[in-house]
């Protein structure tokens, strides 16, 4: 075990877990920031998506120990009221249908338009490929994207 300092959200958190725990189980297990989720483990599915200083990334892969200085954004801090022009989007177009991938989905195209504010339809593609949707709304999920460069 050891301690880690972590910014989560903008808050300062810290934590007492082996080093090579993954990020995904820190959120869940030890902060109670339950909204990523756990998807297949192995970072193909992006459901456990996060922000690492603004990038999308998985966080079943991700052990705490290589954290660091970097701040940590999840689904619960994306916005304060969820208000956030991806989420906004989501509710515009009614992308979720079981909601599992939701998160994840949200939380990688925000990267995306940070990074891109006005992506084509093949970026949005890119950027949302590997975010597994088993509901199959990935005809929503990038008209939401596209509605969200917009607002």
């Known amino acids: 075990m050891a301690i880690f300092?972590?910014?989560i959200n903008g808050q300062q958190k810290q934590v007492d877990v082996d080093p090579a725990t993954p990020m995904l189980w820190v959120?869940?297990?030890n902060?109670?920031?339950v909204g990523t989720k756990f998807g297949c483990g192995i970072a193909q599915c992006g459901a456990c998506t996060i922000h690492v200083n603004g990038n999308a990334t998985r966080s079943c892969q991700l052990p705490v120990s290589a954290v660091g200085d970097n701040k940590i954004t999840t689904i619960e801090g994306l916005s304060e009221n969820g208000d956030h022009p991806?989420?906004?989007a989501?509710?515009?177009h009614d992308v979720p249908q079981?909601?599992?991938c939701q998160a994840g989905q949200i939380m990688?195209?925000?990267a995306l338009l940070a990074a891109n504010p006005k992506p084509t339809d093949e970026e949005i593609e890119s950027a949302m490929n590997g975010n597994?949707?088993?509901c199959g709304t990935y005809v929503r999920i990038k008209a939401a994207v596209k509605t969200a460069s917009t607002l």
Do not use: P
Request: contains cysteine; proline residues 0%.
């Open 5 to 7: 300092k972590l910014t």
């Open 27 to 29: 959120l869940r297990d």
């Open 31 to 33: 902060l109670d920031l």
């Open 86 to 88: 991806v989420q906004q």
């Open 90 to 92: 989501w509710l515009q």
């Open 98 to 100: 079981c909601g599992y």
């Open 108 to 110: 990688t195209a925000s």
């Open 132 to 134: 597994i949707c088993r």
